[in-house]
């Protein structure tokens, strides 16, 4: 009997068959209606003899390990995959984490500049009611009826004062008594108008020379413009022109001078205590009456 070395199948080793002579089937001894049933009943012999042997059980056990091992393989590719698929899904959602932080970002520094704004409109309204406080000395509400009483003797004062800086200006253009009435009555309501406005818009500011004289000439300017147009009209010749330039530089200047006189007067008496600035300063008023 010989041997021979088959190694078809890697990385199994080596199987040894034998060769063995098996008889030869005889179909003509069968009977011809179950010839068919003879032979598949001889071939299922000669099989299950075949797996009997033992050279062929180690290359059945060799198939059946390598079966295993591709089942194993199989299993690892489909963790090996859906470790693929999770880390996919873990990309976009990391992706998308990184997406909602920028919008994150974003929404905070809105949020830092709304804030900002927000608080510049606190200082502005700090701003105003530290205004509104200084206004009230003491956090007192003003007194009208005290404010009134001090207006009308700004008003009073002034228009004395004025009328009487004007009296030598029309004195030099009358030349009766009786031509007196109307500019001196013109004079004391302008000057009595003119003491409220100033102490209105001077308020405690008495050291602010531009505001006092801005105001004086603002008064004079346009009452002595106002005397201009009640006289003659203008007409086109060179002559007329001049006539009312000249007219109107004497008109705005004597009413400069009746108006500063009136401003002198009353900053001067804000000074002495003889008024009291808007709003009045309750503190001074109150030592006064001590």
Request: net charge negative; glycine share 6%.
């Amino acid at each position: 009997m010989k041997s021979t070395s088959i190694s078809s199948l890697l990385p199994y080793p080596k199987i040894l068959f034998s060769k063995r002579a098996f008889p030869p089937i005889n179909f003509s001894s069968t009977a011809p209606v179950s010839g068919q049933d003879a032979l598949t009943g001889i071939v299922d012999e000669r099989v299950e003899e075949l797996l009997k042997r033992e050279e062929n059980r180690v290359l059945l056990d060799g198939l059946e390990k390598a079966t295993l091992r591709v089942e194993m393989a199989k299993k690892e590719l489909a963790e090996i995959e859906r470790q693929e698929l999770e880390a996919k899904l873990l990309k976009d959602y990391i992706t998308q984490l990184e997406t909602r932080t920028s919008e994150i970002a974003e929404c905070q520094k809105d949020i830092l500049e709304a804030r900002a704004m927000i608080e510049e409109a606190e200082r502005s309204l700090n701003v105003s009611g530290d205004a509104r406080k200084r206004d009230a000395t003491d956090g007192d509400v003003v007194n009208r009826d005290e404010e009134r009483v001090e207006s009308i003797k700004a008003a009073s004062l002034s228009a004395i004062v004025g009328t009487l800086a004007g009296l030598p200006i029309f004195l030099s253009r009358i030349t009766s008594s009786s031509e007196l009435i109307l500019p001196l009555s013109i004079t004391f309501i302008s000057c009595a108008l003119f003491g409220v406005t100033f102490r209105y818009a001077v308020r405690r500011d008495l050291d602010n020379f531009q505001l006092k004289a801005g105001t004086s000439a603002a008064f004079g300017i346009v009452k002595g413009l106002a005397t201009l147009g009640g006289g003659p009209p203008l007409e086109l010749d060179a002559a007329s022109f001049w006539s009312h330039a000249l007219d109107g530089a004497v008109y705005v200047s004597e009413n400069l001078l009746i108006f500063l006189f009136a401003g002198v007067g009353l900053d001067l008496c804000f000074k002495l205590r003889i008024l009291s600035p808007f709003p009045i300063d309750r503190s001074i008023s109150e030592t006064d009456k001590i």
